[in-house]
């Protein structure tokens, strides 16, 4: 079960925007895997994407037509990554784009497609453009918990946040979802992430929200530190809440907004890691006082993918040695371990570079037990700071991985 996580919020429709689903059996029969966003004509969208050498077709076409049209459709299917399919995956990623157009208004490279699955299966184009038409008869306001459940695969629980605000006289939504249990690390946004709002922003503004956000939350994640070839986050503004267009990052609209926006990227990241496969512990790690931020950051990531600590944390060993030895090996220079302070929770581990005098195996058990737990980590020579999320690793995640397309 996901870590703290108790099932879907309530999720506020947002004007400009209609979610519509379908079961397409791509991958399994009578569940929902094709999920279709339509965008009001004057909204504006931008995204994110993986940068993984090998990335997906849908990943290049969506890229390539975001950068000459504006977007009124983003089409997503679970089940089939489109992946590792040479030029016949663009050709079929774009042959649904086609058909999406085809049932609308919308030109084809008004249409962004998007895939999360199996790599290396050619995409199931027929079921896809067969269920089409069902997805567009239940294009809603509502349908963004539908959404959620669609764009799933190993998850298991949908993922999704909203926030409204009051801003000038107008109410203003900020509402997304998520998908994402494994293959995660940080490398542009290593999931799926549709996020949208009814505050009005230019391009500029939009895009400076869109990468802050997601460098602080989506980027700071890690189940097992592979990065996917599918991952992309979008952010779509339609400036439905007649709020007057925020062309400025210096101004307290776009403030607010950003605030909103970074609350339900936080959630949804979080999420994902709650909902790691096989993930028993939500794990964060807090470096504080390295020289910089890059520095306090290497070792963050040092700690939160090494295997030796992530597999104690699952049976509650306080190994304390493991996350020193990761410290150690993240590749700080001219280190002054008589510096560095190590804490789980509330209880002193490590200080100046050794066990803590007042830490008992009991305490460290003790602490390792609970399902939220920070690794408080000082390395004692300077002001910078990095935090990344990560979980546990269990017998549970080998299983879903050996058995992921049995």
């Excluded at 496969?277 to 939500?282: D, L, S």
């Amino acid at each position: 079960m996901a870590v703290g996580l108790t099932g879907l919020p309530p999720l506020h429709a947002v004007g400009g925007v209609r979610l519509g689903t379908a079961a397409a059996g791509i991958k399994k029969r009578d569940r929902s895997d094709l999920l279709l966003i339509e965008i009001g004509p004057d909204a504006i969208t931008d995204a994110t994407f993986t940068r993984n050498a090998f990335c997906a077709a849908p990943v290049i076409v969506a890229r390539r037509h975001l950068e000459s049209s504006t977007p009124r459709y983003l089409l997503v299917n679970s089940g089939n990554a489109n992946a590792g399919t040479g030029k016949r995956g663009i050709d079929d990623a774009r042959a649904t784009c086609r058909a999406v157009a085809e049932l609308s208004d919308a030109r084809l490279e008004q249409v962004l497609p998007f895939s999360t699955g199996v790599i290396g299966e050619p995409l199931p184009v027929d079921k896809i453009t067969a269920a089409l038409p069902a997805a567009c008869g239940n294009l809603s306001g509502d349908g963004w918990s539908v959404a959620a459940h669609a764009i799933m695969t190993t998850d298991t629980v949908p993922k999704g946040a909203s926030r409204q605000f009051d801003l000038d006289g107008h109410r203003i939504t900020v509402t997304g979802i998520a998908k994402g249990a494994g293959m995660i690390h940080p490398d542009m946004a290593t999931m799926l992430a549709f996020i949208a709002t009814d505050a009005a922003l230019e391009p500029g503004p939009l895009r400076r929200m869109l990468n802050d956000a997601v460098a602080t939350t989506f980027n700071c994640i890690t189940i097992d530190g592979d990065t996917s070839t599918n991952d992309a986050c979008v952010l779509i503004a339609t400036g439905a809440s007649g709020h007057p267009v925020i062309d400025t990052r210096n101004s307290n609209a776009y403030r607010r907004v950003y605030d909103a926006v970074l609350e339900v990227c936080t959630t949804l990241a979080q999420a994902i890691i709650r909902d790691g496969e096989g993930a028993t512990k939500f794990i964060t790690v807090d470096v504080q006082n390295g020289r910089d931020g890059e520095e306090c950051r290497r070792v963050a990531d040092a700690v939160a993918l090494s295997p030796l600590v992530k597999t104690a944390f699952f049976a509650s060993d306080p190994n304390w040695g493991r996350v020193l030895a990761a410290i150690g090996r993240a590749g700080v220079t001219d280190f002054d371990i008589d510096k560095v302070a190590i804490r789980f929770n509330d209880v002193d581990i490590v200080l100046h570079g050794a066990r803590a005098p007042s830490y008992t195996e009991q305490a460290g058990r003790q602490v390792l037990q609970q399902q939220e737990i920070v690794i408080q980590i000082d390395l004692g020579r300077g002001t910078g700071r990095a935090r990344v999320w990560t979980c546990d690793l269990s017998g549970e995640y080998v299983r879903i991985n050996a058995e992921y397309r049995t």
